[in-house]
């Protein structure tokens, strides 16, 4: 019924994700190479390795862990997906896995395998994209984050270094030296 504004208020949004969903896969697609030589940066100059810094590689884990746990419960919902199509088939009931308007009858064996098989890949697709994202994103600020609390600490020492030495007629320029390296 395409009158039925509850249903439209329901498929909606679901149809809206999808589109979004595709279309953020398909930039990524054509970004690749550009994201390729980010990560390639990222691990070159920002990333902070344990045999470096143990201590600042264990808070960044440490604060990694929230969403890793987060990224887990979304792949936990995933394997809903796998698991209503085997109760529904017991049950000998034929729906979606989630909510959406077909304009056409889905109790057909093929047509619904093909829906639940196309639930599941949307699924997928936007579990991890979301997670990846997330990940990624996180990731990149928290060693950001500790290359600046590691320049941070070397503009400290650097700092207190210059005003113990003898000669303080040049301390501006030891420093803004030190500032530049």
């Not at 896995?97 to 639930?119: E, G, H, Q, R, W």
Request: contains cysteine; positive net charge.
């Amino acid at each position: 019924n395409n009158n039925n504004l509850d249903e439209m208020l329901i498929c909606g949004p679901t149809y809206l994700i999808l589109v979004e969903i595709h279309l953020r896969a398909f930039q990524l697609g054509l970004k690749k190479d550009a994201f390729k030589r980010f990560l390639q940066k990222f691990y070159a100059t920002i990333y902070i390795d344990e045999s470096s810094h143990p201590k600042l590689y264990a808070n960044i884990q440490k604060s990694l862990g929230p969403i890793w746990f987060y990224s887990l419960l979304y792949f936990s919902t995933l394997s809903s997906y796998i698991i209503m199509p085997i109760i529904n088939y017991l049950n000998n009931v034929k729906v979606p896995l989630y909510k959406m308007y077909y304009p056409f009858d889905i109790t057909s064996n093929a047509i619904y395998v093909a829906i639940v098989l196309s639930n599941i890949w949307v699924g997928f697709t936007v579990i991890t994209m979301v997670t990846g994202e997330d990940n990624v994103l996180s990731e990149v600020m928290l060693h950001l984050n500790g290359r600046f609390l590691l320049l941070q600490q070397k503009l400290r020492h650097d700092a207190e270094r210059l005003l113990h030495v003898v000669d303080d007629r040049n301390i501006a320029d030891g420093l803004r030296r030190r500032v530049i390296e």
